[in-house]
């Protein structure tokens, strides 16, 4: 599908990876709409683009119709607004579960299916889900995060065969570690030597190439971690020996401590 020209929907972009995006769409010729919870940094950065700015927290769950009325017809959906959801399990209130399973998996999944109903009425459209790695590989201290991950890759893949008679593309976007800017960053963590990151660009540019090709999936990560996703997907055991000789364990606690606030 052609960007330019193209209505999109940014969620989540408030945050370094949602202001790469709406900056990268912009470029391309898209007409962005921008959302996401911080009005003092969602409004200046739809002003600087051009855009139109609209306020939404995707936890509420009247908020996710009320968002796509206030839109309109869009032409491209970018999924992308997530909590972290790292760490032990039993460190987690029932109410930050919730909270977790509601952003990252029930919000992308309505909004899918309003946007995506709309799309199919007029053939023509593209759905994309901004994920993780950790939506193809599991982490010790990471099992919330990566039910949520994991979830949205087989929603992704399913609704992209069911919506293709419909002319509507479902893409699936997976950053691995991304610096400067988004949890990993925000988080403070420190990786292994050898263990590569990838920029907020990149991410953004995968995602307009995801949407212009309409690719099912599109890794943005290093040729160590996606090769470590590989061997996740085949041989979990094997992924999870290698994970803690290497100390993703100390990697992800760190990720949980870092952004424990964000719950």
Same mark, same amino acid.
């Given at each position: 599908?052609?960007?330019?020209?193209?209505?999109?929907?940014?969620?989540?972009? &408030?945050?370094?990876?949602?202001?790469?995006?709406?900056?990268?769409?912009?470029?391309?010729?898209?007409? !962005? !709409?921008?959302?996401?919870?911080? $009005?003092?940094?969602?409004?200046?950065?739809?002003?600087?683009?051009?855009?139109?700015?609209?306020?939404?927290?995707?936890?509420?769950?009247?908020?996710?119709?009320?968002?796509?009325?206030?839109?309109?017809?869009?032409?491209?959906?970018?999924?992308?607004?997530?909590?972290?959801? &790292?760490?032990?399990?039993?460190?987690?209130?029932?109410?930050?579960?919730?909270?977790?399973?509601?952003?990252?998996?029930?919000?992308?999944?309505?909004?899918?299916?309003?946007?995506?109903?709309?799309?199919?009425?007029? /053939?023509?459209?593209?759905?994309?889900?901004?994920?993780?790695?950790?939506?193809?590989?599991?982490?010790? =201290?990471?099992?919330?995060?990566?039910?949520?991950?994991?979830?949205?890759?087989?929603?992704?893949?399913?609704?992209?065969?069911?919506?293709?008679?419909?002319?509507?593309?479902?893409? &699936?976007?997976?950053?691995?570690?991304?610096?400067?800017?988004?949890?990993?960053?925000?988080?403070?963590?420190?990786?292994?030597?050898?263990?590569? $990151?990838? +920029?907020? =660009?990149?991410?953004?540019?995968?995602?307009?190439?995801?949407?212009?090709?309409?690719?099912?999936? !599109?890794?943005?990560? +290093?040729?160590?971690?996606?090769?470590?996703?590989?061997?996740?997907?085949?041989?979990?055991?094997?992924?999870?020996?290698?994970?803690?000789?290497?100390?993703?364990?100390?990697?992800? /606690? =760190?990720?949980?401590?870092?952004?424990?606030?964000?719950?």
């Amino acid at each position: 599908m052609e960007l330019y020209g193209a209505k999109v929907l940014v969620t989540g972009a &408030t945050g370094g990876i949602g202001q790469a995006l709406a900056v990268e769409l912009t470029a391309r010729g898209g007409e !962005v !709409v921008l959302t996401g919870r911080r $009005t003092g940094l969602l409004e200046p950065l739809a002003e600087r683009l051009g855009g139109r700015a609209i306020p939404a927290d995707l936890a509420d769950r009247d908020a996710i119709e009320e968002l796509l009325n206030t839109a309109g017809e869009i032409d491209v959906l970018v999924a992308n607004a997530a909590l972290p959801a &790292t760490g032990l399990l039993a460190d987690y209130s029932l109410g930050e579960i919730d909270r977790a399973l509601e952003v990252n998996l029930r919000a992308p999944i309505v909004m899918a299916k309003l946007a995506g109903e709309r799309m199919a009425a007029r /053939g023509r459209g593209h759905l994309v889900f901004i994920s993780s790695l950790s939506g193809k590989t599991a982490s010790g =201290q990471a099992s919330l995060y990566n039910a949520t991950k994991f979830g949205m890759r087989g929603f992704a893949l399913a609704l992209r065969e069911d919506m293709r008679p419909h002319n509507v593309g479902v893409s &699936t976007v997976f950053p691995g570690f991304i610096r400067d800017a988004g949890m990993f960053a925000d988080s403070g963590a420190t990786l292994p030597r050898g263990v590569g $990151t990838r +920029s907020p =660009q990149d991410v953004a540019r995968a995602t307009a190439r995801a949407v212009e090709h309409n690719l099912a999936e !599109v890794d943005v990560a +290093s040729l160590g971690l996606r090769l470590a996703a590989l061997i996740g997907g085949t041989a979990p055991s094997l992924a999870a020996a290698v994970q803690r000789r290497m100390g993703g364990d100390k990697v992800t /606690g =760190q990720l949980a401590a870092g952004q424990r606030y964000k719950r």
